[in-house]
Each structure stands twice: as C-alpha cells, then as structure tokens.
C-alpha cells in the first residue's frame, strides 16, 4: 500500500495551528500540504482568505536555493567557483578567496555586511557596497548566517550568469513555468495592500510601543518590500510554497542530480552569534546550499520526526516551510503575525514552532 497523508493526523495538525489563531496571537495563519507532487490540504484561518499572500522571511531562503540548484543543473555555476571571478567589484578588502559555496552555506566571514534601503535599489551603489564589505572571519572558518548580505551577492550572481535580473530570472524560468503566480519578488506598492497580508504585532499592549526597526519589522516598510530584498521579501501562498518544494522533486525543471546535490549536507554545527540572528540552539543546524537540512541534530526549528534529508527554512516569526524527500511530503505555514522585537523565544512560541513542525514532518503513514 503507497504512503498516504493519514486525515487523522492531518486534523491534529490543523487544529493545532488554527487553535493560535482562534484562541492564541496569531491574526491569521495559512497552511499546504503537498504529497507526491499534488496539494493534499490547504487552508488559511482568521482575517485573511485562500488567495492571501504573505512575506516568506527566511522561508523564501528555499525558493532563492532553488534558482541556484537550477544554475548549477543547467551547467551555469559551480559551486567551487570564487564569487570575485564572477563580481570583480566584490574583491577588495581580502575577499577574492570566498567561493560561492561559502556563501550558500552562510561561512563567507562576513555575516553582517550592509545594504539597505535605498541603496538597495540601484545596482551601481549595490556593487560598491559589495567592494567595501569587509570580513570578520576568515572565509570558512565559522558558520554564522548571513542574513541579507549572502542573498545578495547570489541575486547578482544569477544576473551575470543569465542576463536577467533575480527577481526576472524567478519569474520568467521557475515561478511562470510551473504556474505558481503567487510567488513574487519585489511587490509594486499600489498591489501590496490589495495581495499582501500587512504585518501585525502580536505583544502590542499600548498604541505608543514600536517595534524593532531590524530584524523581520524591516520589511514592513512598503517600499523595501517593493525594493526585493532576495532573502526576505518574496511573497506567496503557503499552498504556492508547499507545491514549489514539490516542483523541486517532480517537475523536471530541475535535473535531479543538482537537487540532490543542492540539499546534500555540507556542513553540521551550532550557528555562531546571538539567538535573535539564528545562532546558538540546543541543537547543531545542518547545511546544504543555503538551504538547512535535517541531518542528525534537526536543528534551526526544523522538524525531529522526518527523516535526515528533510530540508528547507524556519521563518520569522511562526513560520515554516520543508520538502521531506523520503517521505515525499511538503509543508508550508505562514503568518502575518510578529512580537514587536520579531522574533518569539518564549516557552509558548518554542511549544508551538515544536509541536507545528514535528506533527507536520509525521503526517505520512
């Protein structure tokens, strides 16, 4: 008998997660499951409705590894290669040894470089951004995430290696092709409010607290939104997500051999740095190409019950999306709700990203 989602499990996980919505903080959530190529559920709860798309955070980390996959099956990229071979201008200041390999997998020695808004814009200030980083560490020498400055060096890697820009390159050969149109980077601000679920504190208790102006509350500015930073700013259904990590299985867009090779394990530790940038943990994180895998510690939030190959990205703040390959199972949760500091380390949020990603990696009998 083939491997089945077992409905009963199924229905504790979505009571599970609607429970937050109905009686918890969360103003809504939306959830997909996918087996063997089809959705197998796909609801979405509170003020929200099924073609409700939200902002990915680091979820979208697995849609940016999967252009890369693509560049490297299509014989466009190699990982061994070294980033300044490809962007001269990001050679200055020491850094004409890190290899794209090294930044895929967050040991590139400079986790923190700057680019933001508005220089995020223009390719030109970009660039010269790109020559005045500097590393805090030598080039593989220590996993840290880098939590915007790796996405955009990738994003400029595919520009040189195809012709067109990141978000153009998604659209036109991954996102179109497959028909997932919810997908997007890089939202116009007159169709963000239409489309896309706004952000909602869900600590606030008085009108005059602020939330933190880094971290995930950064993209709740509309125009960086609209500006496409890679590494947080797509937007999508969670049913759109669940299928795209089908898609990475069974559409033979991608060769077989670079998705395997894309989510093989390269390297398994405790991330350097503080909790509130991904470090630390009781568990050791697993990398493929900027993608985490499950591996032996299932670290970075991601489920304990799949198997070892699991792979994907936790996201701020109650977020999650993992394409198991053994058990042919995807899963995508999204929220629009975040604590005014972005991020929820509280016994409660930790039980509920838990119990969220370990009922949902056990849903295949």
Request: negative net charge; contains cysteine; hydrophobic residues 40%.
């Amino acid at each position: 008998m083939p491997d089945t989602v077992d409905p009963l499990r199924l229905d504790t996980l979505l009571s599970r997660i609607r429970r937050e919505v109905e009686q918890g903080p969360l103003p809504s959530a939306q959830v997909a499951v996918a087996h063997e190529g089809r959705l197998a559920a796909f609801e979405t709860y509170g003020d929200a409705d099924p073609g409700t798309r939200y902002v990915l955070q680091s979820v979208g980390r697995s849609i940016v590894a999967g252009a890369v996959w693509k560049l490297i099956g299509d014989g466009l990229l190699d990982v061994g290669e070294q980033v300044a071979a490809i962007i001269p201008e990001f050679a200055p200041n020491g850094k004409e040894a890190v290899t794209v390999e090294q930044v895929l997998t967050h040991t590139a020695g400079f986790p923190f470089a700057p680019l933001g808004y508005p220089k995020m814009l223009d390719r030109e200030q970009r660039l010269a951004a790109f020559g005045r980083w500097r590393l805090d560490c030598p080039p593989g020498s220590r996993f840290q995430f880098h939590l915007t400055s790796a996405a955009w060096l990738i994003a400029e890697i595919v520009e040189r290696r195809t012709g067109l820009a990141f978000a153009d390159y998604l659209h036109e050969r991954i996102v179109r092709p497959l028909g997932l149109s919810s997908i997007e980077l890089g939202v116009p601000e007159d169709r963000q409010s239409d489309t896309v679920a706004p952000m909602v504190a869900t600590d606030r208790t008085d009108d005059d607290q602020e939330p933190d102006p880094w971290g995930p509350w950064y993209l709740s500015d509309p125009r960086v939104l609209a500006a496409g930073e890679p590494s947080h700013a797509l937007v999508g259904t969670a049913a759109d997500v669940a299928l795209y990590f089908q898609a990475l299985e069974h559409s033979g867009l991608w060769k077989p051999e670079a998705v395997a090779e894309g989510r093989r394990i390269r390297l398994t530790d405790h991330p350097y740095g503080e909790q509130i940038y991904g470090g630390g943990g009781s568990r050791r994180t697993s990398m493929g190409l900027f993608v985490t895998v499950a591996g032996p510690d299932a670290g970075s939030q991601l489920p304990s019950t799949g198997s070892p190959a699991l792979f994907g990205s936790a996201g701020a703040a109650y977020q999650l999306g993992f394409m198991d390959p053994e058990s042919g199972l995807s899963f995508a949760c999204l929220s629009n709700g975040y604590p005014l500091a972005g991020y929820d380390h509280s016994p409660h949020g930790a039980a509920f990203l838990a119990d969220m990603a370990n009922l949902a990696a056990g849903l295949v009998r």
